[in-house]
């Protein structure tokens, strides 16, 4: 495949705060969270080196 062209990989975390903190801190700029159905669906996007996206997800059953 040619590099940059996968669109919106999904990566299903649990704790989706934690893992956009330890992206920023390794220099990856991640776009800013989003919650959905009272908080119980958030996502936050990021793209790597070679122009993919990515999307990661958390989903709890409560909100928070």
Known sequence: ???????VLHL??????????????RGVAVGEL??????????ARFSDPDGNSWLLQEMNSQSS
């Not at 989003?34 to 996502?43: H, L």
């Open 34 to 43: 989003q919650q959905y159905d009272g908080g119980r669906i958030k996502y």
């Open 12 to 25: 299903v975390v649990k704790n989706i705060a934690q893992i956009c903190q330890a992206l920023t801190e």
């Open 1 to 7: 495949m040619t590099p940059g062209t996968i669109k």
